[in-house]
């Protein structure tokens, strides 16, 4: 009975781990990428509330239109341009630094652009490594 339960529980981690491993990404909301940076920026900088719902709408309204971006040029079929996606976005980036600069000191910019910007970015995971 114990070897039984040992290879179920031994099954079940091993399966977790190669289910996992096949790329299980979703794409998080909206609210919960603005979740994400209003825990770095009230972490950071402790803004009060006004000023941390200025800053959730403007990434808010980033998110919106980087999503809709995408989904247009998702839509298309074949292999998405990431380069035209991202040429795309970047008045969407402007005006959503612009409106920060707005909200956050200038030390406070310098932070968000240098150290937490660079820290939300999503790194893809190597495939497939070793030698071939």
Known sequence: MK???TWMILFLVFGTIG???QGGYQRRTVEERVQIIQQKLDSA???DKAKLAEADSVFANFY???DKIR???MSGGGQPDFQA???KAQPLMDERD???QGILTQDQFKTWKDQIEP???QRRQGGGGGRR
């Open 19 to 21: 289910a996992n491993a």
């Open 45 to 47: 900088f402790k803004l």
């Open 64 to 66: 919106r239109g980087t």
């Open 71 to 73: 989904d247009e040029m």
């Open 3 to 5: 070897t039984k339960i």
């Open 98 to 100: 612009k409106k920060l």
């Open 85 to 87: 996606m991202r040429e």
């Open 119 to 121: 820290s939300l970015r």
